[in-house]
T-cell receptor
Framework: GESVGLHLPTLSVQEGDNSIINCAYS??????FIWYKQESGKGPQFIID?????DKRQGQRVTVLLNKTVKHLSLQIAATQPGDSAVYFC????????????FGPGTSLSVIP | NAGVTQTPKFQVLKTGQSMTLQCAQD?????MSWYRQDPGMGLRLIHY???????DQGEVPNGYNVSRSTTEDFPLRLLSAAPSQTSVYFC?????????FGQGTRLTVV
């Protein structure tokens, strides 16, 4: 069946260090992946996305890596700041014509000042 | 430009009562969806719509109805609330890629 899951439910990092959040997916037909950030009491917020024809995409302080061979997705946050503390979700979508977005369970990131 | 607006923010219902969660967007997005989020879990898709007049079921549609008469609005109806429907509900819209979420409705069914 379809599933998107995370390796680590919680992650604590020192301010200024880099963070890496991992995600495994099982459906090889998925062609679009998204990372969301959810702060306490708020709705998820889009961070970055990547299509299956790419293996890396960079944004501002964030990088998403996709390894289709092992069905693994990661989010790297450079120079982690206290404002990065949140729950991070990876999500899977089978393209814009198929609009079911499946979320993983989430990883809680805590930044230690 | 308000983005995605959900009302109410909080609601307590008794078992068996009905209610409608409202969702409105001003971004002219065709795609809208409803999710529920339970403690310590990710979001699960309830229903979605790819345009006015078109709706479809997500992962957990039982107990919920939707309609899409306009591009702007996508209400979620609970016909007979059950304690298992206690959750935080999020409405989302999507343009070409990025999705935008509302602030959520926290529903408690007692």
């Amino acid at each position: 069946g379809e599933s998107v899951g995370l390796h680590l439910p919680t992650l604590s990092v020192q301010e200024g260090d880099n963070s890496i959040i991992n995600c495994a997916y099982s459906n090889s037909a998925s062609d679009y992946f998204i990372w969301y950030k959810q702060e306490s009491g708020k709705g998820p917020q889009f961070i970055i996305d990547i299509r299956s024809n790419m293996d890396k995409r960079q944004g501002q302080r964030v990088t998403v890596l996709l390894n289709k061979t092992v069905k693994h997705l990661s989010l790297q946050i450079a120079a982690t700041q206290p404002g990065d503390s949140a729950v991070y979700f990876c999500a899977e979508n089978k393209g814009t014509s198929y609009d079911k977005v499946i979320f993983g369970p989430g990883t809680s990131l805590s930044v230690i000042p | 430009n308000a983005g995605v607006t959900q009302t109410p923010k909080f609601q307590v219902l008794k078992t068996g009562q009905s209610m409608t969660l409202q969702c409105a967007q001003d971004m002219n997005h065709e795609y809208m969806s409803w999710y529920r989020q339970d403690p310590g879990m990710g979001l699960r898709l309830i229903h979605y719509s790819v345009g006015a007049g078109i709706t479809d079921q997500g992962e957990v549609p039982n107990g919920y109805n939707v309609s899409r008469s306009t591009t702007e609005d996508f209400p979620l109806r609970l016909l007979s609330a059950a304690p298992s429907q206690t959750s935080v509900y999020f409405c989302a819209t999507r343009g070409n890629t990025e999705a935008f979420f509302g602030q959520g409705t926290r529903l408690t069914v007692v």
